[in-house]
């Protein structure tokens, strides 16, 4: 019998007639001979609502309360999952993140894994039950609750699989795999058949939210077989996989967005050694973490120095700027909050030249200005004006002909 984990996102569990399809999938699974251990995460708009009521009654939640309410919403859907599979004829029992024991550091809010405890769950499974897990979740050394940022439910997914050693790590969500950009945005974007984990990575830290970053380094460090599947239909989903295993290298796989950023400008601060320094240690010290980075050549010794941050870090940055402008002698400090950020990905980059002139000559095409650049090795990233990110997205996306197939660098 091999073994599988199946993760079921919050859309696929979002409703008792959800659930119950899940159950069905998950007994149907069962039926063939598989063993799995399912990981599931609150139902849809849960998280947001819970979120929302800790708002309601303080400014500034402490991380450490926020993360036992957060953690709720997956222990309803771990109890509501078993009993419904229990309905099936199946044996199954839920495990919050501290039954199984996923310890982690004590970074509420973003807790990284440190460990996963296995007896629990392969005596569950020799017992015959579906171990049905919270996503999300940990627990310290010490016993308190952590979760793992938003979207973290695929982390604890991918870690469990890692763990255990499995066949392959199903993400079930409500897309049926990885498309070209959002679905959302783009109509005619393309399911893709494979993507590589470097692709994969890129694209979900630049803000593809159908697989949380996290999850696909996990899955690349530790060699799990990742697919991305719909559990609303049936198919062959998205494979994430190792460069070597795919023949043809598309230039561009994929486009990703992101809206939660700002853009911080000091303008007129001397151009002289240790600027950036006295402008980003500060920001830095706070545990803000900067994004992109420009400084612009000087004239007359003063110079523009810009950076990005993420935007629920803008105020406290901004805030923090003043005495910074005020020590440095700096004019002025300007911001804006109304940007976004759009990036193509593909490891074709890597051989082919071009590619940002081809995104660029897109972008002017619909008269978008481009604010920013940051490029790498396999992407090229720009920030706009929020109001153009769809735009921006669509134009690129059919620049380079994504829903048309790859375009190949062998080709
Ligand atoms: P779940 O609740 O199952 O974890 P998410 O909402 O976190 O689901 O992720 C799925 C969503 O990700 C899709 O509905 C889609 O809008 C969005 N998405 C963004 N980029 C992509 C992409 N490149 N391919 C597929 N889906 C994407
Ligand atoms: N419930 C959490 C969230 O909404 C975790 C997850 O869904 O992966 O972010
Ligand atoms: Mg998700």
């Given at each position: 019998m091999a073994l599988y984990v199946h993760k079921y996102g919050g859309t696929s569990v979002g409703s008792a007639e959800r659930i119950k399809a899940v159950a069905e999938r998950v007994a149907r699974f069962r039926r063939e001979g598989h063993e799995v251990v399912v990981v599931v995460s609150a139902m849809s708009g849960e998280t947001n609502r819970l979120t929302s009521l800790a708002q309601e009654l303080a400014d500034k939640p402490r991380p450490k309360e926020l993360d036992v309410l957060l953690a709720s919403g997956e222990q309803v859907t771990i109890a509501l999952l078993s009993m419904a599979i229990h309905e099936l004829g199946l044996d199954a029992r839920s495990f919050l993140g501290s039954q199984v024991r996923i310890v982690t550091d004590?970074?509420?809010?973003k807790a990284r894994i440190e460990h996963i405890e296995e007896s629990a769950l392969r005596s569950a499974l020799a017992a015959g039950q579906v171990p049905v897990v919270a996503g999300f979740q940990g627990v310290t050394e010490d016993g308190e609750v952590t979760t793992f940022g938003r979207g973290g439910s695929d982390t604890t997914a991918v870690a469990l699989a890692a763990t255990l050693g499995v066949e392959e790590c199903q993400i079930y969500t409500d897309v049926d795999g990885v498309y070209t950009t959002d679905p959302r945005i783009v109509q005619d974007a393309r399911r893709l058949e494979t993507v590589t984990f470097e692709e994969m990575l890129e694209l979900a830290s630049l803000g593809s939210k159908v697989l949380h970053p996290r999850s696909v380094e996990f899955a690349g460090k530790y060699n799990v077989a990742l697919r991305v599947l719909s559990s609303f239909e049936d198919g062959p989903g998205t494979l994430i996989t190792?460069?070597?295993?795919?023949?043809e290298q598309p230039i561009v796989s994929g486009i990703a967005h992101t809206r939660d950023e700002a853009k911080l400008t000091v303008q007129g601060v001397p151009d002289i050694p240790g600027i950036a320094s006295k402008i980003l240690g500060p920001i830095g010290r706070a545990n803000i973490e900067v994004d992109m980075i420009v400084q612009n050549i000087g004239a007359d010794g003063l110079t523009d120095f810009t950076f990005t941050v993420s935007r629920s870090d803008f105020a406290q940055a901004l805030a923090l700027l003043e005495p910074i402008r005020e020590a440095t002698g700096a004019r002025e400090v300007v911001s804006d909050d109304a940007i976004a950020k759009v990036s193509v990905v593909g490891v074709g980059m890597r051989s082919h030249a071009g590619v940002a002139t081809q995104m660029f000559d897109a972008l002017a095409a619909e008269n978008i200005n481009i604010q920013i650049i940051s490029t790498s090795e396999i992407k090229i990233s720009v920030v706009v004006a929020e109001r153009y990110l769809e735009l921006a997205v669509r134009a690129i996306h059919s620049a380079f002909g994504l829903e048309n197939g790859p375009a190949s660098s062998l080709s």
């Open positions: 004590s970074q509420h809010s190792t460069e070597e295993t795919v023949m």
